[in-house]
Every structure is written in C-alpha cells, then in structure tokens.
C-alpha cells in the first residue's frame, strides 16, 4: 500500500518561510517523480513543482518560481517543498503526488497517488 504523508504546514506572514515535507512507503520511491499541487477555497486544484526520480530535472509554476525550491532525498523517501516570501496568495492546501514515471508532468491526472494534504496560511 503506498502512502504519502505531507506535513510543515502551517500559519505564517507574509515574506516568511516554511518548508513542507512528504513521506512515501510502500514503494520503491526513488524511481518515479514526484510533484507538488495546492488548492485554494472555490479553486482548482493547481501545479506547483515537480522533480524526476533523480532530481536532476525541475519544474515549477510561473507563480511560485524563483520562491520555491523542489528537492528530494531518495534514502530517506522522502520530498521536499521550500517556501520563500511567502504571499497570501499562496495560501491553500498543499498536496504532493507520485508519478509512476521518471518524467515531470504539470497535469493532476499524470499522478497516481496522492496526500491528504497540509494547510499552508499566509496572513497578510
């Protein structure tokens, strides 16, 4: 049974930092991408980054470039999202994702398997 478990959301101002994690078992982590999503309230579910299995390719969304950084630890199966100048805008809950290809993909339906997702709060 493969299991995603995100966690280090949470309440922060605007300009702050967190860093989220997402823990994978039951699976051979290090050979599929991995991909980060958010939804905000009355919102689509929405492409935030993505890495390869082995971390050598990035993606992220034009609205988050340059303040977020995707990276993994493949020994510790473990995928990370650093948040910089956090903006309200950036408020939802964020979800990580498992591709069971060693390709980046932007689209929600490429991944197959799914978080229960951390709130992130960005107060202005």
């Known amino acids: 049974q493969v299991q995603l478990v995100e966690s280090g959301g949470g309440l922060v101002q605007a300009g702050g930092s967190l860093r989220l994690s997402c823990a994978a078992s039951g699976y051979t982590f290090g050979r599929w991408s991995m991909g980060w999503f958010r939804q905000a309230p009355g919102q689509e579910r929405e492409f935030v980054a993505a890495i390869t299995w082995g971390g050598r390719s990035t993606e992220y969304a034009d609205s988050v470039k340059g303040r977020f950084t995707i990276s993994r630890d493949n020994a510790q199966n473990t995928v990370y999202l650093q948040m910089n100048t956090l903006k309200p805008e950036d408020t939802a809950v964020y979800y990580c994702?498992?591709?069971?290809?060693?390709?980046?993909?932007?689209?929600?339906?490429?991944?197959?398997?799914w978080g229960q997702g951390t709130q992130v709060t960005v107060s202005s």
């Open positions: 994702a498992a591709d069971r290809t060693d390709f980046i993909s932007r689209r929600s339906s490429a991944y197959v398997y």
